[in-house]
């Protein structure tokens, strides 16, 4: 976690913000943080290859952890880029609901929520509803790594419930980006007369990513997504996307389609190969 309570002042204290402070008070006294969550003794990592952060002294059942380097580092990147105050980084307030959001916009009343491991949808869907029944608007931003061509089905309904986007953190290019989930689809030539289509992939997904994010300013909303009431939060982000044509692809290496040849093209039921393949393997072409 990215904060700790000093158990002598009560102050709170941010590990990338004041990382000499917070060592120089470690040294003197190792007992000297406390988790704001569950009050547990703390310890102080300052790590060198890690972002530097807090970690409980002893495990125990307190849900905020654990947490990876790119979970905190996405949690440091949004504290900084909405100018987070010391209490809206990790919030408190909303325990006595259940929530424990990554970043908490008071003065708009705008969770943030950052994303880097894969939950169910329906876990997903559950707490943007718990956010939107007690009127708060949830901004989800996911890491880049798992916009693959298996998209996960939490992302899937995100990308449905923000009217066609979702919002990745780049790591490399410590950047947020628009991205829009697009159909994977490949041409099938001719064959035997029979004219050609494309083939689309209902479960496969290709993406479209939009220009960086500059405009940190949010915009609240709401969908009633299924008939159900769901509050959001989004980017001023409608000229950022890129004029790109729809992105075609082979079929996945899974697929068990009767009629796709191994290099991706129709065949007949009664070849291995495509027409192309065949001519090749025997010479002709």
């Known amino acids: 976690m990215l904060t700790a309570i000093n158990k002598n002042n009560g102050e709170r204290y ?24 569950c009050s547990e003794e703390l310890i102080f990592i ?12 002893v495990e125990n059942m307190c849900e905020h952890e654990p947490e990876t380097k790119i979970h ?8 900084k880029k909405f ?3 010391n209490e809206e980084i990790e919030y408190t307030k909303l325990l006595k609901y259940g929530f424990k959001p990554d970043g908490f916009i008071e003065e708009q009343n705008i969770a943030l929520e950052v994303q880097h491991s894969i939950i169910s949808k329906d876990k997903f869907l559950e707490r943007t509803k718990k956010y939107s029944e007690y009127s708060i608007n949830v901004l989800w931003i996911f890491d880049k790594d798992m916009i693959k061509e298996s998209i996960p089905s939490m992302i899937k309904k995100a990308h449905e419930i ?15 980006y628009p991205v829009h989930l697009i159909p994977i689809k490949r041409w099938i030539k001719p064959f035997n007369e029979h004219g050609g289509y494309f083939k689309y992939y209902k479960n496969k997904k ?3 990513f939009g220009n960086r994010i500059d405009n940190f300013k949010l915009k609240k909303g709401y969908n009633d997504w ?7 939060a989004s980017f001023y982000d409608k000229k950022f996307w890129k004029k790109e044509e729809e992105i075609k692809v082979h079929p996945p290496d899974d697929s068990n389609s009767d ?25 002709y072409r």
């Open 162 to 176: 923000y009217y066609g986007r979702i919002y990745v953190y780049c790591n490399e290019a410590k950047a947020i």
């Open 14 to 37: 941010i590990s990338w913000e004041t990382p000499i402070m917070i060592r120089d008070i470690y040294l003197k006294d190792r007992s000297s943080f406390k988790c704001p969550y």
């Open 72 to 79: 905190l580092e996405m949690k440091e990147f949004i504290a």
């Open 206 to 208: 290709s993406s479209k």
């Open 83 to 85: 100018n987070l105050s």
């Open 226 to 232: 299924k008939e159900n009431e769901y509050h959001i």
């Open 259 to 283: 009629n796709t040849c191994e290099c991706g093209e129709y065949k007949s039921e009664e070849y291995d190969l495509c027409y192309e393949c065949n001519m090749n393997q025997r010479g």
């Open 46 to 57: 300052d790590g060198k290859d890690v972002i530097k952060h807090f970690r409980h002294k």
